[in-house]
């Protein structure tokens, strides 16, 4: 989703994200907010979104795994967490931002820690709705095909009355198809104290912030409501299937932005791209593609089947052939890679630069127009321009304690099946022979070669055959 611009920050607005719940529907130990949505943990789209509407604080509820989910989130600007002990409702969860809040007047939005698809846009709306029909509160609604599981809006008069949670629902209420988002807006002043009039009688025994709806209605303060059109927008992940659900959403509507910017998909439904990444027009991208995290892609490239690339800078008119990772690389224009090709992190590729099959790289520069194609580790080097790394070439950079550098000058040549025994040093344009353990720096120019030199026994063969029988040979 393209991010709005951040507005400047609204000293009168806060918000809480509740995300204390244990998420029992997805089997996991680890908390459900910290579950990926596309490639992210859902707690970041969350963030995301409340960021876009540049706040004056965020409170982050935490509760079943808050140490886990504290310290995957970490410190950040604006940020507090409050801890709710036990977790016995949204309520009482909310109950626990009042220390950090009382005293401050204004609007709290709050959201729950389980809807990354909430668009920053939907956020604003909500406060310019809430503000212009001077609410005590205001509630983001939806109307959907299968409200089973939500919070159902009850409305007398076309206003909004209660909010009546599935378990406690007669069967005519569970017929209502708006329902709670579980997003609202608040006014600060009264909520504090409201919050403390909500009894846990009902179906779970929980303190349930949807009663609010009937206390205000019963004290004269105005509800509002917001009906979104986009009502995938409010889903909440609570199972697996929902999560590969949303994030089939979330990557969907990456996809469609990248074709829409002149990004070839061939098959956007087996095309996984994080929303972090950024891909050139005129790139080709094959079935069975994820590309991660911070990774840029620039123009007229080629990436092909079952490709995975993160975190890696990839230049203009650069071929990713079939079956390579690359984690954490630099590759310049006009480079090739693979096919079954392993970039790690720190690889740095130059113009126009090949690198075969069965090749893997980590810490290593590999120069402008230099090629290693076959068969080859290549660990902590650093090689020149037009250099050829012939096939089997082996860095040995790690002698068990320590990793040592390689250093291959401009146009060298080494020759197949070499084992460059590192610290060592190829001098520009030298030649190592095929088969060489190189343990010496070879100077520039020179010839390096280091194997057991070949002797021919004449006749051997001959000499070393039994003597004959008579039986034949089986
Ligand atoms: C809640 C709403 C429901 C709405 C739905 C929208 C209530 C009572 N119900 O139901 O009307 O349709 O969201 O998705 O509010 N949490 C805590 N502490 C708790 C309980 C929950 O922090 O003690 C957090 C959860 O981590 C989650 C959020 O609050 O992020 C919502 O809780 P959840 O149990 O998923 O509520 P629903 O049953 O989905
Ligand atoms: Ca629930």
Redo the contacts with the bound molecule.
């Keep these: 989703m393209t991010p709005l611009r951040p507005l400047p920050s609204q000293p009168d607005v806060h918000a809480v994200i ?4 244990q ?1 029992t529907r997805m089997k996991s130990r680890l908390p ?1 907010v910290l579950h990926h949505v596309a490639g992210r943990p859902m707690i970041e789209h969350v963030l995301g979104t409340t960021l876009g509407l540049s706040p004056k604080s965020i409170v982050i ?1 935490v ?1 079943h795994g808050a140490d886990t989910v504290e310290r995957q989130v970490g410190n950040r600007d604006k940020l507090t967490f409050v801890r ?1 002990e036990p ?4 309520a ?2 909310l109950r626990q931002a009042e220390p950090v809040l009382a005293g401050l007047s204004g609007t709290l939005v709050l959201l ?3 809807v990354p698809l909430l668009a920053t846009a939907t956020l604003r709306r909500l406060i310019e709705v809430h503000r212009q029909a001077g609410a005590a509160a205001t509630v983001v609604t939806a109307i959907v095909d299968r409200p089973y ?3 159902r809006i009850l409305r007398e008069d076309g206003r909004i009355a209660r ?1 009546v ?1 599935e378990r406690d629902a007669s069967a005519d209420v569970r017929q209502i198809h708006e ?4 997003i609202y807006a608040f006014d600060l002043d009264p909520l504090w104290d409201a919050l403390r009039a909500i009894a846990s009688q009902n179906a779970q025994s ?1 303190y ?3 009663d609010l709806v009937d206390i205000y209605r019963r004290r004269g303060l105005p509800v509002e409501t917001l009906t979104i059109e986009n009502a995938a927008e409010a889903r ?1 992940i ?1 199972s697996r299937s929902e999560l590969a659900e949303v994030s089939r959403i979330v990557r969907q509507t990456k996809n469609e932005e990248l074709m829409a910017a002149g990004v070839t998909l061939i098959d956007p439904a087996t095309t996984y791209i994080d929303e972090s990444v950024e891909i050139g027009a005129d790139t080709v991208i094959h079935p069975g593609v994820a590309i991660e995290g911070r990774t840029k892609i620039g123009s007229a490239c080629e990436i092909q089947g079952s490709v995975r690339i993160r975190d890696t800078e990839i230049g203009d008119r650069v071929t990713i052939r079939n079956f390579c990772l690359i984690v954490g690389a630099r590759v310049a224009e006009g480079a090739s890679i693979g096919p079954f090709a392993h970039l790690r992190p720190e690889t740095d590729i130059g113009e126009g630069a090949r690198v075969g099959n069965f090749v893997e790289l980590k810490k290593t520069a590999l120069g402008p127009g230099s090629k290693a194609n076959h068969l080859t580790y290549l660990g902590d080097a650093t090689i020149g321009a037009k250099v050829n790394i012939g096939a089997g070439t082996i860095t040995c950079n790690y002698d068990g304690a320590r990793k040592h550098p390689t250093v291959i000058e401009d146009g060298a040549f080494i020759g197949s099946d070499t084992q460059l025994i590192a610290p060592v040093r190829i001098g520009k344009g030298a030649y190592v022979g095929a088969g060489s353990s190189i343990t010496e720096d070879v100077p520039a120019g020179a010839l390096g070669i280091a194997r057991g030199r070949q002797s021919n026994v004449e006749g051997w063969a001959e000499r070393m055959k039994p003597p004959s029988t008579d039986r034949d040979e089986s």
């Design positions: 509740l995300a204390a719940g998420g459900k509820v509760g709710q977790q016995i409702g949204t009482h969860a729950a820690g389980d599981g939500y919070g909010i949670e329902i709670n988002s579980g929980e349930y912030l949807t909440g609570n």
